[in-house]
């Protein structure tokens, strides 16, 4: 068992402090309440888990109330929900939690609510929230987005069953939670989530301040050229800085059941070179869903784009945009300069609000929008 004094340790407050003092990060406030409340959280859950059966038999625990957190782009949310997830201790009496993207985890719920149908079930939203309930008592959300009108109708619920099971949920959005699939089709069948989960999250903002995203960017050049091994190298550099050298894994994003792979995972930014992306039969929605999962994207060995090539130039345009509108941050290794990166005839027109938007992302070190 884990002594609580090495549990105290690991409180995302006492990470987010050194972090500070070896100057990682600069003093945030807003960041620092945050994480004395995941601190709370974390030690209720631990608390909760740690009753023996007698007790929880003769006076079952109510469920632990889970967190809400909400505020603009970069400003360091993903990284408060990982120190939280890595506060919580790892044995058996240890509360067991689960912590993925929202849009992933959405496609889980709609595959398992696929296979309760096919196999007759009564009930498939229930049957489906059973089987995800059983993957942890605390549920991580990153990224709580609601854009697909088929999620949004099934979320109350789904997430009245898994509420009903004890689960606690935290996550993680860029919107506060009344503006969540605003001004969506159908949003009043939408409503009762909003309701549910005001009721079993405590909402905290995660108000202005620095955005130590944008900090980290513009310690490092985000554009680089000409493809060479120093271009790779610094490529790949920039991915481990940028990602805070976490640990890194391969993805597999579904799209009408299509399977998208991203080479380099570290928590909410992906690596993939331009072929794989650009050089295969991928359409403007399946961009939208890589810009729905990932904070940002490392693109390695983007061509110029000639006569011989401009197919790939009409993919690349869809993916630039997917993540511009999205405020999506890019890094990326590439031929030439961007003013040099086209030099076709068929897209010239449609390029140069392309050229003009990576502009802006390079010079600020960071996407624009919402």
């Known amino acids: 068992m884990t002594n609580p004094s090495d549990h105290q340790q690991a409180y995302p407050s006492r990470q987010l402090a050194a972090k500070i003092a070896v100057g990682d990060l600069s003093e945030d406030q807003a960041q620092m309440i945050a994480a004395r409340r995941l601190d709370d959280l974390s030690d209720k859950l631990c ?22 957190l909400y505020g603009g782009v970069g400003r360091g949310k993903t990284m408060l929900m990982d120190m939280f ?8 009496t240890a509360p067991t939690v689960w912590r993925l993207h929202f849009h992933d985890f959405m496609v889980l719920a709609q595959d398992n609510i696929h296979a309760a149908r096919q196999a007759d079930d009564d009930d498939p939203i229930e049957a489906a929230a059973q089987m995800l309930a059983a993957r942890g008592q605390v549920i991580c959300f990153d990224e709580m987005e609601v854009r697909d009108i088929a999620d949004a109708m099934i979320l109350a619920r789904l997430f009245s069953s898994l ?20 001004d969506g089709l159908h949003r009043d069948r939408f409503l009762p989530f909003i309701e549910l989960l005001k009721s079993r999250c405590d909402m905290v903002e995660l108000g202005a301040g620095m955005d130590w995203r944008s900090t980290v960017l513009a310690s490092i050049p985000t554009w680089y050229h000409p493809l060479d091994v120093v271009t790779k190298s610094a490529l790949d550099s ?29 928590g909410d930014i992906g690596f993939a070179s331009f072929a794989s992306l650009c050089d295969a039969p991928l359409a403007a929605r399946d961009y939208l869903a890589i810009a729905g999962r990932f904070a ?50 068929q897209w010239r027109f449609e390029f140069d609000r392309t050229a003009s938007r990576l502009g802006e992302m390079v010079a600020r070190g960071q996407t624009t929008g919402s």
């Open 47 to 68: 608390r909760a888990q740690s009753l023996n059966w007698v007790k929880k038999l003769v006076s079952p625990p109510q469920p632990v109330m889970g967190l809400y």
């Open 85 to 92: 997830v890595n506060s919580l201790p790892h044995h058996e």
């Open 163 to 182: 509420l009903a099971r004890g689960i606690t949920v935290v996550a993680t959005s860029n919107r506060h939670v009344d503006d969540l699939y605003k």
């Open 238 to 266: 920039a991915f481990r800085h940028v990602t805070d050298r976490k640990p890194v894994t391969s993805e597999t994003i579904r799209v009408a059941g299509r399977d998208i792979t991203i080479e380099k995972v570290a």
């Open 296 to 345: 940002g994207v490392v693109l390695a060995d983007i061509p110029q784009f000639t006569e011989s090539n401009e197919h790939l130039a009409r993919r690349f345009m869809w993916l630039i945009d997917a993540l511009y509108d999205r405020g999506r941050f890019l890094i990326a290794s590439a031929a030439t300069d961007i003013n040099d990166l086209y030099a076709g005839h």
